[in-house]
């Protein structure tokens, strides 16, 4: 016989066979598959994704972070690493810590750190450490969490802005990507499959493809000095100014952004 424990009004059951279903509560992670568990879910660590599996069953309490001082870091850098995204590029962030509901697969939801105005590009906010940092390396360590989010919020796009230790931002953009997405929801039904039936879910040997960076803003403490006397050379009526391999555009806020210009797109002098 299995007995039905009732927590925060969420019953679980405590054996493995047997699980009370439980009603989406946006408040209460244990009642979805959410952006930074689907980082979980597609990793290879078997023991972090089965104490997922026992949290959402309601059998653990979730991991205490409170002193995990770099999850910290990026919780209180998070309001600033927001505006200044807003700040070097010109656009809006809203709908910040707006938690939403995959229309369809409603197991599914994302709590976004917010969404670019205009584009609705989903944003997302971290803190990084400076040692061994890589662009590809910080695309790779979220885009399961990216992808999910851009999954449930219908977006095509994502914007990662990474503060790091060493006094950096970074902005990296990245697209939906329908091959990854595939084998997320592939995984992630698997799993929650595993948290109705009470089977104890292994690894699930996916091997997404590799993140492209569609493209990639740097401002630190050097690059910040060299693109005030950039922004001296736009005359202050363009909207946009092209030359020595960079493109300059001002936003309808008067920011001017920069990007790196292609060989074959550059004008002919």
């Known amino acids: 016989m299995t007995s039905i424990v009732q927590r925060n009004g969420i019953s679980s059951a405590t054996s493995s066979s047997t699980y009370a279903p439980i009603r989406f509560n946006s408040e209460d992670r244990r009642t979805f598959v959410g952006g930074s568990d689907a980082r979980i879910i597609m990793g290879n660590d078997e023991a972090d994704l089965v104490r997922l599996w026992r949290e959402k069953r309601g059998e653990v309490e979730p991991e205490d972070l409170a002193d995990n001082l770099i999850v910290q870091l990026g919780v209180v850098t998070e309001d600033l690493n927001r505006r200044w995204y807003e700040r070097n590029t010109g656009q809006a962030v809203?709908?910040?810590?707006?938690?939403?509901?995959?229309?369809?697969?409603?197991?599914?939801?994302?709590?976004?750190?917010?969404?670019?105005?205009?584009?609705?590009?989903?944003?997302?906010?971290?803190?990084?450490?400076?040692?061994?940092?890589?662009?590809?390396?910080?695309?790779?360590?979220?885009?399961?969490?990216?992808?999910?989010?851009?999954?449930?919020?219908?977006?095509?796009?994502?914007?990662?802005?990474?503060?790091?230790?060493?006094?950096?931002?970074?902005?990296?953009?990245?697209?939906?990507?329908?091959?990854?997405?595939?084998?997320?929801?592939?995984?992630?039904?698997?799993?929650?499959?595993?948290?109705?039936?009470g089977e104890e879910p292994r690894p699930f040997g996916v091997e997404p493809p590799r993140p492209r960076l569609e493209a990639v803003r740097i401002v630190d403490k050097e690059h910040e000095g060299a693109k005030t006397e950039l922004k001296k050379l736009v005359p202050e009526d363009a909207r946009e100014a092209i030359g020595h391999g960079l493109r300059a555009k001002r936003s309808k806020s008067g920011a001017v952004s920069f990007e790196l210009v292609e060989a074959a797109d550059a004008p002919l002098q």
């Open 94 to 197: 809203k709908d910040v810590q707006k938690r939403i509901q995959h229309p369809v697969n409603k197991w599914m939801a994302a709590s976004l750190d917010g969404l670019v105005d205009p584009g609705g590009a989903v944003f997302e906010a971290k803190f990084m450490l400076p040692w061994a940092f890589s662009e590809e390396a910080a695309a790779e360590k979220h885009m399961a969490q990216l992808q999910h989010n851009m999954w449930v919020a219908n977006a095509r796009s994502a914007a990662l802005s990474i503060i790091t230790g060493g006094g950096k931002w970074v902005e990296v953009t990245l697209h939906a990507d329908p091959l990854y997405q595939h084998l997320l929801l592939t995984a992630e039904k698997k799993f929650w499959r595993c948290v109705m039936s």
